[in-house]
């Protein structure tokens, strides 16, 4: 990891605890969204030192792999062992899988369960594909246009570029929070940013769907 990399995660974790603290100032419980993928293991292990109040943060994903959530390719085995450690470990998280076989049979659960957290969010921190997704709204995902259109919370995506069915927010839902964050690294993805900042079609590169929010870019080379 470089220092400018482990310095980002330290930044993004130090805006996030204020912006947590902030809110629970005037209110019982927080909820803080987070994305998966390789990018955040940094900034949850900055995250989880800090001094919160843990037991009234709430903690979900921003989207999921339709995996078991022992496998490697499950956000939330990320989250659990790098964010939800030591004190953090009391912070309420909801998952976005349940035992249903398919995502497609399990969203109106998951939905259920995501509706009786604290919206809006605190704080939305998105990730970035090379390709322009965020959470598991894809350029190719079959229920792109419904996932950018729908009040419905989660959608079930089905994505030809992906090996795993997904459930993903809806970008309305990703929407309804105080703070927006992009956190990514590297060229590569900054070229992607600069590329999606100089047009509009959300369908080419969905990360679009968030660029008027306002949202703060949290980037390192
Ligand atoms: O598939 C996913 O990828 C993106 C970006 O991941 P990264 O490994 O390039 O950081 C992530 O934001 C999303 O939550 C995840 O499901």
């Given amino acids: ?28 419980n927080a909820l803080l969204v987070v994305s ?4 955040p293991v940094p900034f949850f292990k900055a995250l989880a030192a800090k001094p919160l109040p ?8 921003a989207d999921e792999r339709w995996v078991d959530d022992q496998s490697d390719d499950s956000n939330a085995k990320l989250v659990r062992e790098h964010l939800l450690q030591g004190a953090a470990a009391a912070a309420h998280f909801e998952p ?15 939905s259920e369960r995501a509706l009786s957290l604290s919206w809006p969010a605190s704080v939305v921190i998105l990730g970035m594909g090379g390709d322009g997704h965020t959470a598991s709204l894809f350029p190719d995902s079959l229920e792109l246009g419904l996932a950018l259109a729908t009040e419905e919370p989660l959608v079930a995506v089905r994505t030809p570029s992906q090996p795993q069915p997904r459930i993903t927010f809806s970008a309305d839902r990703l929407h309804q929070a105080r703070r927006h964050i992009l956190h990514i690294t590297g060229d590569d993805k900054r070229a992607v940013l600069a590329k999606a900042l100089s047009g509009d079609d959300m369908r080419q590169l969905p990360i679009r769907a968030f660029l008027s929010c306002p949202l703060a870019i949290y980037w390192a080379p």
């Fill in 96 to 110: 976005l899988t349940s035992e249903a076989g398919t995502p497609e049979e399990g969203v109106s659960d998951v």
């Fill in 54 to 61: 843990w037991e009234r943060v709430e903690i979900t994903l």
């Fill in 1 to 28: 990891m470089s220092d400018a990399r482990t310095q980002l995660a330290e930044q993004l974790a130090e805006a996030v605890f204020q912006a947590l603290n902030d809110d629970l100032e005037h209110q019982e």
């Fill in 36 to 39: 998966g993928g390789s990018t």
